[in-house]
């Protein structure tokens, strides 16, 4: 069974710093990964996607996350953290087979930049 | 422009009353389906549909009904039945590639007086 843990519920940082969400995951088979940003009440918004190839994927607004095979880990970056990335982050795990219905979600992560 | 529209955004329920929340997408995507999202509790699944005039139950679907009569259209009915109903409903859909790719409307809060 698949599953993914996003280490911290809240993660703070100043705005200039950089901004590091972890995400580790577990799947029997190749993993399809995902990020996802959700401002207040709003939906969900699709960051950037590891399917095949590259390990390094880059997203929208700066935001680069990393496929780690050996680590298990999907890691979301960003060099230089902006005030309008104060938003709550979700990675996403998908075993490539079937539907959206086996995607798994985190529980999902809280950014705060601070001034 | 291609995407979901949920609707209302907001909407208040007094006890007992069944509610229906609207998501209609232009996205020609097979596949819908419905979230409920609880703060600290991520999204969980309640039911979802990968063909017209067929949908399966998700994680949480009790107290929950919806209907697939058309492509576009995935219309969830929140009952009575629905112990805890406040909360964040989340609409998606997906399209064949790449699997586990989620589009998302904007939400509808619904909160029971």
């Known amino acids: 069974a698949q599953s993914v843990t996003q280490l911290g519920s809240h993660v703070s940082v100043s705005e200039g710093a950089l901004v590091l969400l972890r995400c580790n995951y577990s799947?029997?088979?190749?993993?399809?990964l995902f990020w996802y940003v959700q401002y207040p009440n709003q939906g969900l918004q699709l960051l950037l996607k590891?399917?095949?190839?590259?390990?390094l994927v880059k997203g929208i607004n700066g935001f680069e996350a990393e496929f780690k095979k050996s680590e298990t880990s999907f890691h979301l970056t960003k060099p230089s953290a902006h005030m309008s990335d104060a938003a709550e982050y979700f990675c996403?795990?998908?075993?490539?087979?079937?539907?959206?219905?086996?995607?798994?979600f985190g529980a999902g992560t809280r950014l705060f930049v601070k001034a | 422009d291609g995407g979901i529209t949920q609707s209302p955004k907001y909407l208040f329920r007094k006890e007992g009353q069944n509610v229906t929340l609207s998501c209609e997408q232009n996205?020609?995507?097979?596949?819908m389906y419905w979230y409920r999202q609880d703060p600290g509790q991520g999204l969980r699944l309640i039911y979802y549909?990968?063909?017209?005039?067929?949908?399966q139950k998700g994680d949480i679907a009790e107290g929950y009904s919806v209907s697939r009569e058309k492509k576009e259209s995935f219309p969830l009915t929140v009952t009575s039945a629905q112990k805890n109903p406040t909360a964040f409903y989340l609409c998606?859909?997906?399209?064949?590639?790449?699997?586990?790719?989620?589009?998302f409307g904007e939400g509808s809060r619904l909160t029971v007086l």
């Open positions: 998606a859909s997906s399209p064949a590639w790449p699997p586990g790719e989620l589009f």
């Open positions: 996403a795990v998908s075993d490539g087979e079937g539907g959206g219905f086996k995607t798994i």
């Open positions: 549909s990968q063909i017209v005039n067929d949908f």
């Open positions: 799947s029997s088979v190749p993993p399809y």
């Open positions: 996205l020609n995507h097979d596949a």
């Open positions: 590891y399917t095949t190839g590259a390990t």
